[in-house]
């Protein structure tokens, strides 16, 4: 592990949940003890060696961690640069990093006495690891997804339903991640008594943002070690694609001491940053509040949330995790941002060079990868969180290609 | 005396009106609630994304947006109101994004400017108070809070430290427009709080009718009344003032009659 020194970056937030300026607790006061609450029975988990241990188990036997860490021969050949490695986490259960968090909120959930669960869901893969996990706890499961995202995400709208959950389509605002979000919130406040929020990213109001860091957290605890033990060296750069920031968090977290460690988070730049249709929070947005918690936004002069826009539903969110916003104002961390059609490019090199469908999400990354990778050094790694698989994503990516299925 | 201390100061409850800015024609209607004998008004400020409020209040909000609301209409529509009924308190309610989007003291001191005699912001709990607070203080506004079914015994002198003005009880765990609470439940929150404070409670959530309006009148201070209102801007459009006159002289005689 690595040491705490006065300067580090890991000891965020403060005990009122505040990353520097950014975070906090803006929730209306019928949630606020409800929060308050989470934070002493999250804090009580946390210090007691069982809860651990029950997480531990379920991540090895259950989603089947540790998760490799590959080194992508031929990509790395194709890009002739720095080497690639890849976090594999599109091999979890359920497709995705999502089920990491999703085990441990559900522990909680259960801890806590809670017997209904409701989550949001954008690609529906944090919507599907809920479902799983209410599947394999026997706990009745509501998703609100956005009903322009239950149309893209098909398949797992379908998935979720087998695992006997409800999905509740949202026909507020633009039908998207953050519809579903309010959705959610709105639910919750109406059923305080029994009802435990799992929500699906490193956002809303203290202490999930800081939470879900930890139960992703496991990610780059993992690949840290995987890389000393494979090469016995330090990565020099991270990269990792951003919705709302959970598992660049995941990848990041562990390594954020590690001066000589480079970190790039890249969001989604959809049709173009210059267009105003994308989903860069942190590059095309401003400081705001919104879903508890304060942190970048893209919103207008007068306050009022824009919807973004992305051809990756698990990106479509037009805020970020307030983590990220500190991170990006200490200078600690890099942001860039890439098209739907660079991702495209992405998801299509990652197929014919290494045998991997990934998602929409990660290929934003993979662009951004083979980006950086061209302007490195052949001894020079790079390691990317490769946080989910393409199979949810094909009709889409067909639809683009021009492709009739 | 302050407007909003002379609104509670009556021998029967104060009657608060809400309805959203900018969504039909908002000064005729806010004139009709004041016609109609509604003794404070909430106007609310249209967000995108209200989550604390149901379908009809959520809708208003679209309506409002939709026809380019913006802060300035907002603080505009406080403003004339301000010029044309000196004496009604008016009192901002809205989420905390649009509020802070220019600076808080920005905020303060223009809605102070306009006349606003008190700010509820949804999703600024008294923890999160330095966002906005100080600065409603220093313009003279008063920072009005929630209270609602979930706030214990323990929790309860943190929300009334700061507040001014008076303190609005929620009666439901939920989203605005759903069922109201029994009034057993009510009249016991009520007399809870009023053990911890000498601020007026007053109390909203589902209330809709006279009769409502009504048993409520005989326990609290004052009673909030918002979307049955929003329903019938809704509804009616740039008919709606003669409705809404309509309902608020019945809810206003029912609360007048209420503690005889
Ligand atoms: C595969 C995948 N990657 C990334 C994300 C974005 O979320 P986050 O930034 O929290 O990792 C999602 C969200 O649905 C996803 O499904």
């Known amino acids: 592990m690595n040491e705490t020194t006065p300067n580090s970056f890991r000891t965020q937030p403060d005990d009122r949940g505040h990353f520097g300026e950014f975070g906090g607790r803006y929730v209306a006061e019928t949630l606020m003890p409800l929060i308050l609450n989470l934070e002493r029975e999250y804090r009580a988990a946390q210090a007691d060696p069982a809860f651990a241990a029950e997480f531990d188990d379920l991540l090895e036997h259950y989603v089947g961690r540790p998760s490799p860490l590959y080194f992508a021969e031929r990509l790395t050949e194709a890009l002739g640069g720095a080497q690639v490695w890849f976090k594999r986490d599109e091999l979890n259960h359920t497709g995705a990093h999502k089920i990491n968090n999703c085990i441990g909120q559900i522990l909680l959930a259960k801890r806590m006495g809670k017997t209904r669960i409701i989550a949001e869901t954008g690609a529906g893969q944090h919507g599907v690891a809920t479902a799983t996990v209410c599947a394999r706890f026997g706990l009745p499961c509501i998703v609100y997804m956005g009903a322009e995202d239950v149309k893209r995400q098909s398949p797992n709208v379908f998935r979720m339903k087998l695992l006997g959950a409800e999905v509740v389509p949202v026909t507020s605002g633009r039908g998207t991640l953050k519809d579903a979000m309010n959705d959610a919130l709105r639910d919750w406040v109406a059923n305080v008594h029994d009802t435990f929020y799992i929500i699906g990213t490193a956002a809303g109001p203290h202490p999930y943002p800081e939470m879900v860091r930890n139960f992703q957290s496991v990610i780059g605890t993992e690949a840290r070690a995987q890389m000393l033990e494979r090469t016995e060296r330090l990565p020099d750069l991270l990269v990792a694609c951003i919705g709302g920031g959970s598992n660049a968090l995941g990848l990041f977290h562990p390594f954020l001491d590690d001066t000589d460690v480079k970190m790039l988070g890249v969001e989604a730049a959809g049709h173009g940053l210059e267009t105003g249709e994308h989903n860069a929070s942190l590059l095309g947005g401003s400081p705001g509040i919104l879903h508890g918690n304060k942190t970048y936004l893209l919103q207008d002069e007068n306050g009022q949330i824009d919807e973004g826009y992305s051809i990756s539903a698990g990106l479509d969110y037009p805020g970020i995790g307030p983590e990220h916003a500190w991170l990006k104002e200490s200078g600690r961390v890099e942001y860039t941002a890439v098209t739907d059609e660079q991702a495209l490019e992405g998801f299509q090199l990652l197929c014919r060079t290494e045998g991997i469908i990934p998602a929409l999400e990660p290929s934003h990354a993979v662009h951004a990868v083979a980006e950086r990778a061209k302007q490195m050094s052949e001894d020079q790694i790079i390691l990317m969180n490769l946080c989910g698989r393409g199979d949810k994503d094909i009709f889409t990516v067909a639809e683009k290609l021009g492709v009739e299925m | ?260």
């Open chain 2, 1 to 260: 005396m302050t407007r909003l201390e002379s609104a509670f100061s009556k021998p029967h409850a104060a009657f608060v009106a809400f309805i959203t800015a900018g969504d039909g024609d908002t000064a005729a209607n806010l004139d009709a609630l004041v016609a109609g004998g509604a003794n404070v008004i909430e106007l609310g400020m249209p967000f995108t994304d209200p989550m604390a409020d149901g379908p009809a209040i959520q809708s208003a909000n679209l309506r409002s947006l939709a026809k380019g609301t913006t802060t300035q209409t907002v603080l505009m529509i406080a403003n004339e109101f301000r010029a044309r009924h000196p004496d009604v308190p008016l009192v901002l309610m809205g989420y905390a994004n649009p509020m802070i989007r220019r600076g808080a003291q920005w905020f303060a001191e223009h809605a102070a400017g306009a006349g606003v005699d008190g700010v509820i912001c949804v999703d600024i709990p008294p923890e999160e108070d330095d966002t906005l607070g100080p600065a409603l203080r220093a313009a003279g506004i008063a920072p009005i809070r929630l209270s609602t079914p979930t706030t214990d015994a323990a929790r309860l002198p943190t929300v009334i430290e700061g507040s001014e003005g008076f303190l609005y009880y929620v009666s439901v765990a939920g989203i605005t427009g759903k069922q109201q609470a029994a009034i057993d439940s009510i009249e016991a929150n009520v007399s809870r709080i009023k053990q911890s404070t000498d601020l007026p409670v007053a109390v909203g959530f589902g209330v809709r009718t006279p009769e409502q309006a009504a048993e409520i009148a005989k326990v609290a201070d004052g009673v909030v009344v918002g979307s049955a209102f929003v329903d019938l801007v809704g509804e009616f459009g740039t008919d709606a003032p003669a409705k809404l006159q309509e309902l608020t002289s019945a809810m206003a005689s029912a609360i007048a009659k209420a503690r005889s």
